[in-house]
C-alpha cells in the first residue's frame, strides 16, 4: 500500500469517527432538551413592559385588574409573568395549574411578599399574620387564632352573638315603615356593613360599633377599615423601584401611615380598655385571650406582646368584615337581577321555615338552595379575586416551566371561576348548577376549580366561619322580608377593585315585613 492510500484511509476513519461523535452529541443534546428544556423554560412574559417599571402601568391601569389579567390569560396561557421593575411575579390561571401549585408546591409558595409598601405600612411591619412571614410566628398566632376564635365549639359559644345582631339589625328595619303594608327603602351596603362589624366588633372586642352602646367614631372606624383594604391592593412605583419611593407618587404611602396610624388609636383605646376591666370579667371575648396569652410573654419574633395583641385584632376586624360584607352585597345584587332565583329561595325559606317563627342558626342546613345561592356568589364574585399575594421561597416546577426563588404569585380566582371548560354558561348567575352538575364542589380549598377562600397552608382559616356568618345573614334577611327593586332599570354590577372587589355605588332596594308581628316584637 503506497503512502497516499493510507493517509486517505486514515482520512476516512478519522472522518468516520467525527461524524460518529457529532451524531452522538446530537442525540445527547436532543435528549438533554427533551429531559430539561422543557423544565427550564420560564412562563411567557406579556409583552410591553415598560423601562425600569415594568408592568406597572399596567396594574394601575382603570380596568378592574382581574379581567384584564383573565384577557391576558387568553393570549399567554394559565401560567404567564408579568414584571413589575426587577421583580416578576405569575400570574396563575386555571384550575390544574392551581392544584399542582398548593398541592405539590404549597409549602415553597407558603408565604407573604414582605417587601410591599403597603404590607410594610399597613400590616405593623409583618406582625399582622395574614402578612407575615411563613415560619413559626405565623404559624403561633394562626393557631391561636384557629382554637381562640374559629375552632367549631367556640364558634358555637359565640352563637348568642351572631343571632342577637341579626335580630337587632332586622328589627331596625322593621320599626321604620308605618304600616304593615308599606314597603321602606334601605341602604343594603350600609346595612350589611354594620350588622357584620357589630358582631365582629362582639365577638372580637367585646362591644358593638354602630347602634346602642357603639363606638363614638363608627362611620370613621368602618371608612378607615375600607381605606385600609383599599389599600392594600395598591402596588406603588416604591414597589417597583425602590429608589424612588422616597418621591411617594400619588401620595399612597402617606396615605397608608395615616390610615395605619388611625387604626393603631382605635386598638390601643380597645386594649387599654380590656387592660382596665380585665378582672371584672365572666365572659372574655378575643381580645381578653390574646392579652392573657401575650400580656405576661416577652414577645414572639422581635415583636413585644403590645404590638401582637393588635395587630392580630386588627388582621380578624379586617379579615372578617369586608369579605363577608362585599359578599352579602354581590348576592342581594344577583337575587335582585334574577327574581326567578329569589323567588325559588323564598319559596325554599317558606317551606322549611314557615312564617310564623324566627330562623335559626340550626335551620341553615335545610337551606340547601340559598347555600347554593352563595356558592354561586362567591364563584362570579369572589371577594378576593386575585387572591391575597404569595412569594416562592425556593425554585421548583410548575406546569412544566421552571420558577425561581422570590417569584410573586397571582392567582386569578376570578379567571378560574369562569373557565367556561368547567363552568357552561360561566357569566350567568345560575346556584342550580351546585344542587346538579357541580353538587359536590364546596368551597373548602379542595376543589381546585371553585377556590373563593384561597387554598393550601395559607387559605383563609375562616372557611366554614365566614361561610355561616354569610348563610345566615341572608337566610335570616330574605326570611323576613319581601324585597324589590325601586328602579325599573336593573341593578348595577359596577365594581371597584382593591385587595377585595366592591360595588362602587350603593344598593337601595325596597323591603316589607313578611312575618307574623310577633316575630319581629319579641326579636
Ligand atoms: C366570605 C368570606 C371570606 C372569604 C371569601 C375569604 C377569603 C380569603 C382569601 C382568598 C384569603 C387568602 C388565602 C390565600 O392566600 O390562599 C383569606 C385569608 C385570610 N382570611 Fe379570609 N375570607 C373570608 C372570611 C374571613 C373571616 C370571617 C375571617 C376572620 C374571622 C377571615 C380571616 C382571614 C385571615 C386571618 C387570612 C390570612 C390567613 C393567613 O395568611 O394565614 N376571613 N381569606
Known amino acids: 500500500m503506497d503512502s497516499s492510500t493510507l493517509n486517505y484511509q486514515n482520512a476516512t476513519v478519522a472522518s468516520g469517527i467525527a461524524s460518529a461523535i457529532a451524531i452522538l452529541l446530537c442525540f445527547f443534546l436532543f435528549r438533554f432538551i427533551i429531559k430539561f428544556g422543557h423544565h427550564s423554560r420560564e412562563p411567557p412574559t406579556v409583552s410591553g413592559a415598560w423601562p425600569i417599571i415594568g408592568h406597572l402601568p399596567l396594574l394601575r391601569g382603570s380596568k378592574q385588574l382581574h379581567i384584564t389579567l383573565a384577557s391576558m390569560a387568553d393570549k399567554y396561557g394559565p401560567l404567564f409573568t408579568i414584571k413589575s421593575g426587577s421583580k416578576k411575579t405569575i400570574v396563575l390561571s386555571n384550575w390544574e395549574m392551581a392544584k399542582e401549585c398548593f398541592t405539590t408546591n404549597d409549602m415553597a409558595v407558603s408565604t407573604r411578599p414582605t417587601k410591599l409598601v403597603a404590607n410594610e405600612n399597613l400590616s405593623y411591619n409583618g406582625a399582622m399574620f395574614g402578612f407575615a412571614p411563613y415560619g413559626p410566628y405565623w404559624r403561633q398566632i394562626?393557631?391561636?387564632?384557629?382554637?381562640?376564635?374559629?375552632?367549631?365549639?367556640?364558634i358555637e359559644q359565640l352563637s348568642h352573638i351572631r343571632v342577637s345582631e341579626v335580630q337587632a339589625s332586622v328589627k331596625d328595619v322593621y320599626r321604620k315603615r308605618?304600616?304593615?303594608?308599606?314597603?321602606?327603602?334601605?341602604?343594603?351596603?350600609?346595612?350589611?356593613?354594620?350588622?357584620?362589624?357589630?358582631?365582629?366588633?362582639?365577638?372580637?372586642?367585646?362591644?358593638?360599633?354602630?347602634?346602642?352602646?357603639?363606638?363614638?367614631?363608627?362611620?370613621?372606624?368602618?371608612?378607615?377599615?375600607?381605606?385600609?383594604?383599599?389599600?392594600?391592593?395598591v402596588f406603588t412605583v416604591g414597589d417597583v423601584v425602590p429608589l424612588l419611593r422616597w418621591l411617594d407618587f400619588g401620595g399612597y404611602e402617606k396615605a397608608m401611615k395615616k390610615t395605619a396610624k388611625e387604626l393603631d388609636e382605635v386598638l390601643d383605646d380597645f386594649v387599654r380598655e380590656h387592660r382596665q376591666k380585665r378582672s371584672l370579667l365572666d365572659e372574655k371575648d378575643f381580645l381578653d385571650v390574646m392579652i392573657s396569652v401575650f400580656d405576661d410573654a416577652s414577645g414572639v419574633d422581635g415583636f413585644d406582646a403590645h404590638t401582637i395583641i393588635k395587630a392580630t385584632t386588627l388582621t380578624m376586624i379586617t379579615g372578617a368584615t369586608d369579605t363577608t360584607t362585599?359578599?352579602?352585597?354581590?348576592?342581594?345584587?344577583?337575587?335582585?337581577?334574577?327574581?326567578?332565583?329569589?323567588?325559588?329561595?323564598?319559596?325554599?325559606?317558606?317551606?322549611?321555615?314557615?312564617?310564623?317563627?324566627?330562623?335559626?342558626?340550626?335551620?341553615?342546613?335545610?337551606?340547601?338552595?340559598?347555600?347554593?345561592?352563595?356558592?354561586?356568589?362567591?364563584?362570579?364574585?369572589?371577594?378576593?379575586?386575585?387572591?391575597?399575594?404569595?412569594?416562592?421561597?425556593?425554585?421548583?416546577?410548575?406546569?412544566?416551566y421552571q420558577i425561581k426563588k422570590g417569584t410573586r404569585l397571582i392567582t386569578n380566582i376570578w379567571k378560574i371561576h369562569t373557565d367556561s371548560s368547567i363552568w357552561s354558561d360561566p357569566l350567568e348567575f345560575k346556584p342550580e348548577r351546585f344542587l346538579t352538575t357541580h353538587k359536590d364542589v364546596?368551597?373548602?380549598?379542595?376543589?381546585?376549580?371553585?377556590?373563593?377562600?384561597?387554598?393550601?397552608?395559607?387559605?383563609?382559616?375562616?372557611?366554614?366561619?365566614?361561610?355561616?356568618?354569610?348563610?345566615?345573614i341572608l337566610a335570616s334577611f330574605l326570611h323576613s322580608f319581601e324585597i324589590l327593586n325601586p328602579s325599573p332599570e336593573l341593578v348595577d354590577i359596577d365594581g371597584t377593585l382593591g385587595i377585595t372587589h366592591v360595588k362602587t355605588t350603593p344598593l337601595e332596594i325596597l323591603v316589607k315585613p313578611c312575618l307574623i308581628p310577633n316575630c319581629y316584637e319579641t326579636m
Open 142 to 154: 394562626r393557631k391561636i387564632v384557629t382554637l381562640e376564635l374559629l375552632s367549631n365549639r367556640r
Open 178 to 233: 308605618n304600616n304593615d303594608e308599606e314597603y321602606v327603602l334601605v341602604e343594603m351596603k350600609q346595612w350589611f356593613a354594620e350588622l357584620i362589624f357589630n358582631m365582629v366588633f362582639r365577638m372580637l372586642v367585646g362591644k358593638r360599633c354602630f347602634g346602642f352602646g357603639g363606638l363614638e367614631n363608627n362611620n370613621r372606624c368602618l371608612e378607615t377599615i375600607r381605606e385600609f383594604m383599599n389599600l392594600l391592593g
Open 326 to 400: 362585599v359578599t352579602l352585597t354581590w348576592a342581594m345584587c344577583m337575587l335582585l337581577r334574577n327574581p326567578h332565583t329569589l323567588k325559588k329561595a323564598k319559596e325554599e325559606l317558606n317551606t322549611q321555615i314557615g312564617k310564623e317563627r324566627r330562623i335559626l342558626e340550626s335551620d341553615l342546613s335545610k337551606l340547601q338552595y340559598l347555600q347554593a345561592i352563595i356558592k354561586e356568589t362567591l364563584r362570579l364574585y369572589p371577594p378576593s379575586p386575585l387572591g391575597v399575594h404569595r412569594e416562592f421561597t425556593e425554585n421548583c416546577n410548575l406546569g412544566g
Open 442 to 472: 364546596d368551597v373548602k380549598g379542595h376543589h381546585f376549580e371553585l377556590l373563593p377562600f384561597g387554598s393550601g397552608r395559607r387559605a383563609c382559616p375562616a372557611i366554614s366561619f365566614g361561610f355561616q356568618m354569610v348563610h345566615f
